[in-house]
C-alpha cells in the first residue's frame, strides 16, 4: 500500500503565496511522474502542473507564478504557489505514477489539501 499526504494548504488574499507538499509513504521501488491536480467547486478536476525526471509542465493560467518541483531521496513533490488569485483556489491533488514492482505502475492519488484564495 501506498499513500500520498498533501499539506500546506490553508486560507491566503490574493497575491500571496503558499507551498504545497506531498509526500509518498509505502513499499515501492519508484515513482514516476509526480503530478498536481486541482478541483474548484463545481468544475472538474484539472491537471495544474507535473514533472518528470526533471521536465515540468505547467497550465497556462499557472506559468510564472507555480513551481513543481521534487525530492527523489524523500519521495515528495512540491508545488510553490507565488501571485495567487481567486481562480485558484479550490482543492489541490497530488498523483503520481508508483512503480509497485519491476514491471508494475499503479497510479495513486492523496486526500487533497484545500486552497482559498480572498479577493
Known amino acids: 500500500q501506498v499513500l500520498l499526504v498533501e499539506s500546506g494548504g490553508g486560507l491566503v488574499q490574493a497575491g500571496g503565496s503558499l507551498r504545497l507538499s506531498c509526500a509518498a509513504s509505502?513499499?515501492?521501488?519508484?515513482?514516476?511522474?509526480m503530478r498536481w491536480y486541482r478541483q474548484a467547486p463545481g468544475l472538474q478536476r484539472e491537471l495544474v502542473a507535473s514533472?518528470?525526471?526533471?521536465?515540468?509542465y505547467y497550465i497556462d493560467s499557472v506559468t510564472g507564478r507555480f513551481t513543481i518541483s521534487r525530492d527523489n531521496v524523500k519521495n515528495a513533490v512540491y508545488l510553490q504557489m507565488h501571485s495567487l488569485k481567486f481562480e485558484d483556489t479550490g482543492t489541490y491533488y497530488c498523483?503520481?505514477?508508483?512503480?509497485?514492482?519491476?514491471?508494475?505502475?499503479?497510479?495513486?492519488w492523496g486526500q487533497g489539501t484545500q486552497v482559498t484564495v480572498s479577493s
Open positions: 498523483n503520481a505514477d508508483v512503480a509497485v514492482s519491476t514491471y508494475q505502475f499503479v497510479e495513486y
Open positions: 509505502g513499499s515501492f521501488l519508484r515513482i514516476n511522474d
Open positions: 514533472i518528470t525526471n526533471e521536465i515540468t
